[in-house]
């Protein structure tokens, strides 16, 4: 189906013959002829309507002649957003002015419309709240426990204002992107972490805290000193164990140390006298600081490449504490039943709070753009996200 949209001051919009004879729905061809939709955002994106206009599903999807009858003149106007590509479809009912969401380029005779809004206007409002109870880096607090919960009820009031049954997509994001509000801005590290978070989250007796007979000489950096020796690190953080055995080393003192026939000193990564080694993500993977600027960082041995990891050690601990909590929600709420929204709602959670951990523009000499935190999240094989 071939149609022209305009755009008009910034929003997409149609006129009535474009929405002939799909779009029957009083209320949503206001819309679309009218104030329209917005050329893109955060979460919801529109640009293909602006591109293309208006195509069904028949369109787009693979073998169409399989699609159920009900879904062939549903249409396709934009996309959920994840961080850095589109997510899943969002589909109009043109009868109804009902919004759902699909994989519409799957497997046409197992396609299945997930709710999403009752209405376009619906839909406008839900993705609005998100963003605007969604704290980015700069923004003004509260921020804390009690913002957490504060933003997650006003979401969820938001949502079902709606309806009674609130849309799986909506009811995780009022979960887990509230999340971000945890922490404000630290002295001298991205973040400040409530006291005793790591210990509520853990528990006392899992969290390590170091004392200054641990650091090595090449660990400068204070405000990470500070913070190991005041918050510390959870030995066992799941994705993360900590080295607990002999004071924290150089990378170099611990390839000679503990694995001296692993490599040569040729192999390692340029300074690698400064990359102090706090433990490992993976057997083969060192988690490290930079001990001059306080940056952690992933040391890869298989591809010998040194990727960012996070920030700071303030945002290595809270994406710790985020994949934790995360999995007690889980277990309450079976959020992980919808796996790839819950790994995209997840990166862009922690990309809030600290853009370096998912930000894939390569900045370290062979750095190929591969972020561990968004990989991990994305193996569903792997079950990370699973409670």
Same mark, same amino acid.
């Given at each position: 189906?071939?149609?022209?949209?305009?755009?008009?001051?910034? =929003? +997409?919009?149609?006129?009535?013959? $474009?929405?002939?004879?799909?779009?029957?729905?009083?209320?949503?061809?206001?819309?679309?002829?009218?104030?329209?939709?917005?050329?893109?955002?955060?979460?919801?994106?529109?640009?293909?309507?602006?591109?293309?206009?208006?195509?069904?599903?028949?369109?787009?999807?693979?073998?169409?002649?399989?699609?159920? @009858? #009900?879904?062939?003149?549903?249409?396709? +106007?934009?996309?959920?957003?994840?961080?850095?590509?589109?997510?899943?479809?969002?589909?109009?009912?043109?009868?109804?002015?009902?919004?759902?969401?699909?994989?519409?380029?799957?497997?046409?005779?197992?396609?299945?419309?997930?709710?999403?809004?009752?209405?376009? #206007? =619906?839909?406008?409002?839900?993705?609005? =709240?998100?963003?605007?109870?969604?704290?980015?880096?700069?923004?003004?607090?509260?921020?804390?426990?009690?913002?957490?919960?504060?933003?997650?009820?006003?979401?969820?009031?938001?949502?079902?204002?709606?309806?009674?049954?609130? !849309?799986?997509?909506?009811?995780?994001?009022?979960?887990?992107?509230?999340?971000?509000? +945890?922490?404000?801005?630290?002295?001298?590290?991205?973040?400040?972490?409530?006291?005793?978070?790591?210990? $509520?989250?853990?528990?006392?007796?899992?969290?390590?805290?170091?004392?200054?007979?641990?650091?090595?000489?090449?660990?400068?950096?204070?405000?990470?000193?500070?913070?190991?020796? #005041?918050?510390?690190?959870?030995?066992?953080?799941?994705?993360?164990?900590?080295?607990?055995?002999?004071?924290?080393?150089?990378?170099?003192?611990?390839?000679?140390?503990?694995?001296?026939?692993?490599?040569?000193?040729?192999?390692?990564?340029?300074? =690698?006298?400064?990359?102090?080694?706090?433990?490992?993500?993976?057997?083969?993977?060192?988690?490290?600081?930079?001990?001059?600027?306080?940056?952690?960082?992933?040391?890869? $041995? !298989?591809?010998?490449?040194?990727?960012?990891?996070?920030?700071?050690?303030?945002?290595?601990?809270?994406?710790?504490?985020?994949?934790?909590? @995360?999995?007690?929600?889980?277990?309450?709420?079976? +959020?992980?039943?919808?796996?790839?929204?819950?790994?995209?709602?997840?990166?862009?959670?922690?990309?809030?709070?600290? !853009?370096?951990?998912?930000?894939?523009?390569?900045?370290?000499?062979?750095?190929?753009?591969?972020?561990?935190?968004?990989?991990?999240?994305?193996?569903?094989?792997?079950?990370?996200?699973?409670?």
């Amino acid at each position: 189906m071939s149609t022209t949209d305009t755009d008009v001051g910034g =929003a +997409i919009t149609l006129t009535d013959d $474009e929405l002939d004879p799909y779009v029957t729905h009083a209320s949503t061809r206001d819309r679309l002829t009218g104030p329209g939709l917005p050329c893109d955002g955060t979460l919801l994106g529109f640009g293909a309507l602006r591109e293309h206009g208006l195509r069904t599903v028949a369109d787009l999807a693979g073998d169409a002649d399989k699609l159920a @009858e #009900e879904l062939r003149d549903q249409l396709v +106007i934009g996309a959920l957003r994840s961080l850095d590509r589109d997510l899943e479809s969002i589909v109009l009912d043109g009868t109804t002015g009902e919004v759902s969401s699909a994989h519409v380029q799957r497997n046409a005779a197992r396609l299945d419309l997930s709710p999403l809004a009752p209405s376009l #206007e =619906a839909l406008l409002r839900f993705a609005a =709240a998100t963003e605007e109870l969604t704290v980015s880096r700069g923004r003004p607090g509260p921020f804390g426990p009690k913002a957490v919960a504060e933003a997650s009820d006003r979401l969820s009031a938001v949502f079902e204002a709606a309806g009674e049954d609130v !849309p799986p997509y909506w009811r995780m994001a009022a979960l887990i992107r509230p999340l971000a509000r +945890i922490a404000g801005p630290g002295e001298g590290l991205v973040l400040g972490l409530p006291k005793r978070l790591l210990d $509520e989250e853990f528990g006392a007796g899992e969290i390590m805290r170091f004392e200054d007979v641990d650091f090595p000489p090449a660990l400068t950096h204070e405000p990470t000193r500070r913070f190991l020796r #005041e918050s510390g690190l959870p030995e066992d953080g799941f994705l993360f164990q900590l080295d607990t055995e002999v004071p924290l080393p150089a990378l170099t003192e611990y390839y000679a140390d503990e694995r001296p026939d692993a490599f040569s000193a040729d192999l390692l990564p340029a300074a =690698a006298d400064r990359l102090i080694r706090l433990g490992y993500l993976l057997e083969d993977t060192s988690l490290v600081v930079d001990g001059t600027t306080g940056a952690v960082l992933a040391w890869s $041995e !298989p591809d010998l490449t040194l990727r960012p990891l996070n920030a700071d050690i303030s945002t290595l601990a809270f994406t710790l504490w985020l994949v934790h909590r @995360e999995k007690t929600v889980d277990a309450a709420h079976g +959020i992980s039943d919808s796996y790839d929204r819950l790994a995209a709602t997840l990166t862009e959670t922690l990309a809030t709070v600290d !853009p370096t951990a998912c930000d894939r523009t390569p900045t370290l000499p062979g750095d190929d753009g591969r972020r561990y935190w968004p990989e991990i999240f994305e193996d569903r094989a792997g079950g990370t996200l699973y409670a």
